[in-house]
């Protein structure tokens, strides 16, 4: 198990990996390889293909595979039966969306209590810049500089999987917290930015 390799798959991005690279040898200690691929997130409408996206991933058996996508994806929660939009998903390979950090984890609340009042005026589309404007540093937008740092903890949760089982963390300052509204999530990626102690002590 010791020998695996990280292999970090570009999946149609235009980021730079190689800094992300770089974080996770540190972080972890082990080799990682760069490979850049096309397509290989499959969906239907929304929804997550992963037999047909595990099969454009060739090593994944002898790797910890992480494709990083530019592509939107949803998965089906059976417990309550409703189709979610993801950041992430920590798997054999796991994935993660860069729109999916945009999009899934919700907005500051102030956000959507604006788009419900004005959606039915037809202003929404003349007042969501601004309301973006007011809102700025509160959420993570498409093109957004700080999407390395949420790549880097959102990249540790997989390895995490990977190397114990268990992705996530309770503890709100830890890179491994499961963030679902944004502003935690810039909380624990970048204004904290570190692992907890039990995380530390671990790596
Ligand atoms: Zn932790």
């Known amino acids: 198990m010791k020998s695996r390799k990280i292999y970090l798959y570009n999946d149609n991005c235009s980021l730079n990996l190689s800094k992300l690279k770089a974080f996770i040898e540190n972080t972890f200690k082990r080799p990682v390889i760069i490979k850049r691929i096309k397509n290989a997130v499959v969906t239907k409408g929304l929804l997550l293909d992963f037999i047909k996206t595990k099969k454009n991933i060739p090593e994944a058996k002898n790797s910890y595979p992480i494709i990083i996508t530019k592509r939107l994806f ?56 601004k309301i973006k404007e007011k809102l700025r540093g509160r959420f993570i937008d498409y093109d957004d500089k700080r999407i390395l740092e949420i790549l880097k903890g959102l990249v540790s949760q997989a390895i995490f999987f990977y190397l114990t089982g268990e ?37």
């Open 74 to 129: 949803a998965t089906f929660d059976t417990f309550d039966k409703r189709i979610h939009l993801r950041s992430s998903l920590c798997s054999y390979p796991s994935i993660i969306s860069l729109s999916g950090i945009v999009e899934a984890p919700a907005k500051p609340r102030e956000y959507y209590l604006a788009k419900q009042s004005l959606s039915s005026t037809g202003l929404w589309e003349f007042e969501e810049p």
């Open 167 to 203: 992705p996530f963390c309770k503890v709100k300052k830890c890179r491994l917290y499961n963030a679902h509204w944004q502003e935690d999530l810039i909380y624990s990626q970048i204004k904290s930015g570190k692992f907890c102690a039990k995380h530390s002590k671990i790596l």
